[in-house]
């Protein structure tokens, strides 16, 4: 079958590109999502192991509690049932029900916290000391609905935006006079 120059013969060769082109980004757009999703679990930085690093220590400590304390409620609600009769309690307390309510109760969580909090002090001390000298400082002023950047030394304020070069080490001063601002 011959086209005719100007026919709809090659009006679909001219389309073949134009779909081929259009197929092409289509598939570049699928693909990129097939990339990983990104994982606060997966640390890639020196400060963001040692975050991690406290996470897990975290979630270990409150899973094991988890555990103990429903295998107890386990424990408790079968032994009720084997002995379905109600015993008379009198007035004291069994010894080693007050040793579990002392020691799960208060022992255990204050000795817990306080490993939490010196692992915390040591990741703190350990993330706010700078690796390498800042070679800019950039103070920023919170105001009530925005924020005054400013670069000393520069002569450069902005509001609401702080640009910084990328790979160096830059100290960040917040302040503030009115009222509490997250950053």
Same mark, same amino acid.
């Given at each position: 079958?011959?086209?005719e120059?100007?026919?709809r013969?090659?009006r679909?060769?001219?389309?073949?590109?134009?779909?081929?082109?259009a197929f @092409?980004?289509l598939?570049v757009?699928v693909?990129?999502g097939? @990339?990983g999703?990104?994982? =606060?679990?997966?640390?890639h930085g020196?400060g963001?192991? !040692?975050?991690a690093?406290l996470?897990?220590?975290?979630? +270990?400590?409150?899973a094991?509690?988890c555990?103990?304390?429903?295998?107890?409620?386990?424990f408790?609600?079968?032994r009720? /049932?084997?002995? !379905?009769e109600i015993p008379?309690h009198?007035?004291?307390?069994?010894?080693w @029900? !007050?040793n579990?309510?002392i020691?799960g109760?208060?022992?255990?969580?204050?000795?817990?916290?306080?490993v939490?909090?010196?692992?915390?002090?040591h990741d703190?001390?350990a993330?706010?000391a700078?690796t !390498?000298?800042a070679?800019?400082?950039?103070q920023?002023?919170?105001?009530q609905?925005?924020?005054?950047?400013?670069?000393?030394? /520069?002569? +450069?304020v =902005?509001?609401?935006?702080?640009?910084?070069? =990328?790979g160096q080490p830059?100290?960040?001063v917040?302040?503030?006079?009115?009222v509490?601002?997250?950053?």
């Open positions: 079958m011959r086209h120059p100007g026919g013969g090659n679909t060769l001219v389309l073949r590109p134009t779909r081929l082109a @092409a980004l598939a757009l693909f990129t097939c @990339a999703a990104p994982s =606060t679990l997966d640390p020196p963001a192991s !040692r975050v690093g996470w897990w220590f975290l979630f +270990i400590v409150s094991v509690v555990v103990v304390f429903i295998a107890l409620v386990v408790g609600a079968m009720r /049932q084997k002995n !379905r008379e009198d007035a004291s307390t069994p010894r @029900a !007050r579990l309510v020691g109760g208060v022992v255990f969580p204050v000795l817990i916290l306080s939490l909090w010196v692992m915390t002090l703190m001390a993330l706010s700078p !390498r000298p070679r800019l400082t950039v920023v002023e919170g105001y609905w925005w924020w005054r950047v400013s670069y000393p030394g /520069q002569g +450069i =902005t509001a609401n935006e702080i640009h910084v070069p =990328t830059v100290r960040v917040l302040t503030t006079n009115d509490n601002h997250s950053f």
